[in-house]
């Protein structure tokens, strides 16, 4: 495991071992990282960045073009800018990304100032985040007008 590359990343080990069946049906030798960290606590995945599947250097190219034939990984040739915050209407679905239509998305807290003198004046601890989405495959994010 020397001269091994990190091809892609899971949440769930159960989704590595397909991508890792499909690439070995192809005769490309593979190796996974963190799969039982994962298996014994869910919640660690994100902290230990997911179930790696490694493949060999000489094999990395390969296994990419068929990784992105099947659909596991997306080269639509976007850069991701994760400074910008979009709104969107509220008319669009909540639960896909408007720009990339994927279903990998989620709520991100934002802390909004605007609240926090209402808070001392008051004395009653108003909400001070804002909820914003995030979607983890193109990496923009939004907010919905209300």
């Given at each position: 495991m020397d001269n091994c590359r990190t091809i892609i990343s899971f949440t769930y080990p159960h989704e590595?071992?397909?991508a890792k069946g499909y690439l070995e049906s192809n005769g490309i030798e593979t190796f996974m990282e963190n799969e039982m960290t994962v298996q014994a606590n869910n919640i660690w995945s994100?902290?230990?960045g997911g179930v790696k599947l490694l493949v060999k250097?000489?094999?990395y190219?390969?296994?990419l073009q068929l990784l992105k034939s099947v659909g596991y990984i997306k080269d639509d040739g976007i850069i991701p800018d994760k400074t910008k915050v979009v709104h969107i209407s509220s008319e669009t679905d909540k639960k896909v990304c408007p720009f990339c239509k994927s279903d990998n998305i989620g709520k991100k807290k934002k802390f909004s100032a605007f609240m926090?003198?209402?808070s001392f004046v008051f004395g009653v601890i108003f909400?001070?985040?804002k909820k914003a989405y995030t979607c983890f495959d193109c990496g923009k994010e939004w907010r919905f007008k209300k």
């Open positions: 590595a071992h397909l994100n902290a230990v250097d000489t094999d190219e390969q296994g926090l003198p209402f909400p001070l985040y």
